[in-house]
């Protein structure tokens, strides 16, 4: 992987202007480029804030925020939206044209490019996210995942270095979630920088990184594999509910059927199942 930083926070700070709260302080944190980090924490604890100081739509009161080797105050709209695009929890947030086409080249014609490329992209982005064919469909008459992929595939046709996620599964069903899961996980393959808000543990089994956010600090920032070797009593204490796969293997673990340091994933449990029968 490379070792180029995508995203650097140094001492980073937020307060907004109506509260008296600090929402995040003294945060210290670099995102190298092509890596895929999932952002935990409960409500209140600054996710979202972290994820909109790297994608520039706030800016630190305390601190710096860079994005690549310039601070993200620098940065013109358009540099920015080369660099990174957010896909957020509601996808009715950042949709703002009445056809599933017109949405998906929003951004592209926004960037000024020639019409050749805006069709390009649109459908490039459009067949990545499954929605090749829908292209002159009302947007008002998709599903609900159906509009979160049309959320995702005008943050592709941007062609951005990171996409950030902002609990961009939480109102899909587990079908679509596992969908929008391995459309995600084909992006980072080709080399895209994912950073992901979440609360679901079990989304995160695909990253390469976990951070803990607490009342506004890194509480915690590991390895994927380590932490979900976390015992449960551990995640506990964090707030945190292991997921049902790995809370099953250290069930195992604890009566000597699974090995502790083995990989976690449905084969190697149904394997250790098979054997012990």
């Known amino acids: 992987m490379t070792q180029e930083k995508q995203f650097i926070l140094k001492g980073a700070g937020f307060s907004y202007p109506s509260s008296p709260k600090t929402v995040l302080r003294g945060i210290d944190m670099e995102i190298r480029a092509g890596e895929w980090v999932a952002v935990l924490g409960s409500n209140g604890s600054g ?25 993200s105050s620098a940065l013109t709209r358009q ?30 014609e926004n960037l000024g490019l020639p019409p050749r490329e805006i069709i390009s992209r649109v459908e490039e982005a ?14 008002s008459s998709l599903s609900g995942g159906q509009k979160q992929r049309l959320a ?22 587990p079908q679509s979630r596992a969908d929008f899961t391995h459309l995600i996980a084909a ?31 890194v509480a915690l920032d590991l390895p994927t594999g380590e932490f ?20 099953l ?15 976690i994933s449905v084969e190697s449990i149904t394997n250790t199942l098979c054997r012990s029968l």
């Open 47 to 71: 996710k979202s804030t972290l994820l909109k100081l790297l994608s520039a739509l706030l800016f630190p009161t305390q601190g710096l925020c860079f994005v690549g080797a310039s601070p």
């Open 152 to 173: 995702l595939a005008g943050a592709l046709a941007m062609k951005p270095r990171a996409i950030l996620l902002d609990e961009a599964m939480s109102m899909l069903d």
């Open 79 to 108: 540099q920015m939206s080369r660099a990174a695009a957010i896909v957020f929890q509601n996808p009715e947030d950042q949709i703002v044209a009445s056809t599933v086409e017109e949405e998906t080249a929003f951004g592209p």
């Open 126 to 139: 459009l067949a990545a996210t499954g929605l090749s064919g829908f292209e002159k469909r009302l947007v």
């Open 228 to 247: 979900l070797k976390m015992s449960a009593a551990e995640l506990a204490r964090l707030n945190l509910n292991k997921p049902p796969l790995e809370r």
């Open 249 to 263: 293997a250290e069930g195992l673990a604890g009566i000597g059927l699974f090995d502790k340091e083995s990989e």
């Open 187 to 217: 992006e980072h393959k080709e080399g895209k920088t994912i950073v992901q808000v979440t609360h679901r543990l079990e989304e995160i089994r695909l990253s390469d990184r976990v951070v803990l956010l607490c009342d506004g600090v």
